[in-house]
């Protein structure tokens, strides 16, 4: 009995202490009653322990009865820092921003409270990004700046709601958009369909592709009020840190409601129709003024000079010459995806393309052994620059000195294939050789080596034009 008392009472000792009903102190760890998540209490509020490491076993934990007495997030200006990486974090409106120095905040590495990643990554406790019109200050450049989307943009604090008690962070927080080996807390550029509204003349605007594109009218929108500051300077008082883009990123959707358009080199292309692009998905919604009006500088009336667009589903490429298409067939060029239907809206133009003359010469010597025939030369010559020399050496055992073939794009006009691959190779029997030359345009010419035993290889050559099969060269 009096056995059973001791074993009860050290039990008892050793079991985390039971807390009263008052909220514990910042630093305090807590559970509650079972089996149940650990909480450290930063800035009054949980966050959850999940790598006890740095604490083994998080001594001292206290259970509650339940969370109620705390606040859901930390409140405005608490300090963490992640164990393993040392990174202090702030809180701002529930967000953990990075500090990438102490400089307003003496020892704010020693005295904040010691979490770890996952502390400041679960959503329980913990807002991903800061919510909109949340106003935080750059103590680095002297600016104040309010989110919108997701982005902290630059404000003047003696218009609208003001910038009253706005959280103090740095240049160093939006460089590395919040965060210091987490994912990001924040945005560069607002979310794509952010409503802002100017609030010195009342305009809104709608972001799409990091630019702010105005819109008629957005009576009901929910905005964040900006100001005209905001748009002259990108939305920074850090030149190299914008936060509004000049113009929508290319290949951007933007719809009307009525009509569909992609950006494709500056301009709003417009579509007919969506289905072989995967159905837009994630257009804009702006207005037929926001398109009539070129986006208020920031759309071009045509895709600037050099422009590429790949229609769908022809696959047919298309190059943009003064505001007119002209039909490209050079390899690999990539470009902007519209539909076919989109080419109506854009004139033809009818002067032909320079014809690429395409006429490389591919020359070759060798010496012929007992056992094996090397090269003593083996050169492409007078081929166009960006052409594409592929070599290839196959048969197993033959002497090959690589086993996947080789590329080599020209800058110039010539390249030494044996003095690259060749100079040491020990060719032997039924050993095949290839040189392909395939100019910018898809145009290709090669030439065959079959290694024959104490014979001369045989040598075999062929050409083709863009798209088509080998055959005999003209």
């Known amino acids: 009995m009096i056995r059973a008392f001791i074993v009860a009472v050290a039990l008892a000792l050793l079991a985390p202490v039971a807390a009263s009903a008052q909220a514990l102190p910042d630093g305090s760890t807590i ?36 969370l109620d007495d705390y606040l859901r997030y930390p409140r405005d200006g608490a300090l963490a820092r992640q164990h393993d990486t040392g990174g202090v974090y702030r809180f701002v409106n ?3 921003l990075w500090l990438s120095h102490c400089g307003n905040m003496p020892n704010c590495s020693e005295v904040a409270i010691v979490v770890d990643r996952d502390s400041l990554t679960d959503p329980r406790h913990v807002r991903l990004v800061p919510p909109d019109a949340t106003v935080v200050e750059n103590v680095d450049d ?12 630059l404000v003047r604090c003696d218009l609208g709601a003001g910038c009253a ?25 607002p979310a794509d369909g952010t409503v802002v509204q100017n609030i010195e003349n009342g305009a809104f605007y709608r972001f799409a592709g990091n630019a702010a594109l105005p819109l008629s009218n957005c009576d ?6 900006i100001d005209a500051l905001t748009l002259r300077l990108a939305g920074t008082a850090t030149a190299a840190l914008p936060h509004i883009a000049a113009a929508p990123t290319e290949g951007t959707y933007l719809t009307t409601g009525a009509s569909t358009y992609r950006i494709a080199g500056g301009a709003a292309l417009q579509l007919k129709d969506c289905t072989p692009l995967g159905g837009c998905t994630g257009a804009v919604t702006v207005d037929a003024g926001t ?12 895709p600037k000079d050099g422009t590429v667009l790949r229609a769908l589903p022809s696959k047919r490429t298309w190059e943009i010459i ?7 067939f050079i390899a690999g060029l990539g470009g902007i995806e519209v539909d076919d239907g989109a080419l109506d809206f854009i004139p033809v133009d009818a002067t032909p393309a320079p014809r690429e003359v395409f006429k490389p010469v591919i020359s070759s010597g060798y ?10 030369s083996l050169k492409v010559r007078d081929a166009l620059p960006g052409s594409v020399i592929t070599v290839s050496c196959t048969g197993k055992s033959k002497g090959c000195p690589f086993k996947k073939a080789k590329q080599y794009r020209l800058k110039g006009t010539t390249l030494n294939v044996y003095s690259r691959w060749f100079k040491k190779a020990k060719l032997r029997n039924r050993a095949t050789i290839i040189v392909r030359v395939t100019s910018p345009s898809g145009a290709r010419k090669q030439q065959g080596f079959k290694i024959r035993s104490r014979k001369l290889p045989v040598r075999t050559t062929q050409c083709s034009v863009a798209g088509a099969k080998f055959s005999r060269c003209s």
């Open 31 to 66: 559970k509650e009653p079972g089996p149940a998540d650990v909480y450290r209490i930063v800035g009054g509020a949980p966050l959850w322990i999940n790598d006890c490491g740095y604490a083994p076993g998080c001594p001292n934990t206290q259970i509650v009865a339940n």
């Open 94 to 96: 529930g967000t953990p």
């Open 142 to 153: 002297g600016g104040k700046y309010r989110f919108a989307g997701g982005a902290p943009l």
């Open 165 to 189: 008690n706005s959280v103090q962070v740095d240049s160093g927080t939006f460089g590395a958009l919040g965060s210091h080996r987490l994912p990001p807390k924040m945005r560069q550029y």
């Open 220 to 225: 009901g929108c929910a905005a964040v009020p």
């Open 291 to 302: 398109i009539a009006g070129l986006g208020g500088g920031r759309l071009l009336a045509v």
């Open 322 to 328: 003064g505001g007119k298409r002209r039909e490209t």
């Open 367 to 376: 010496k012929v052994f007992r056992t094996y025939t090397r090269f003593t």
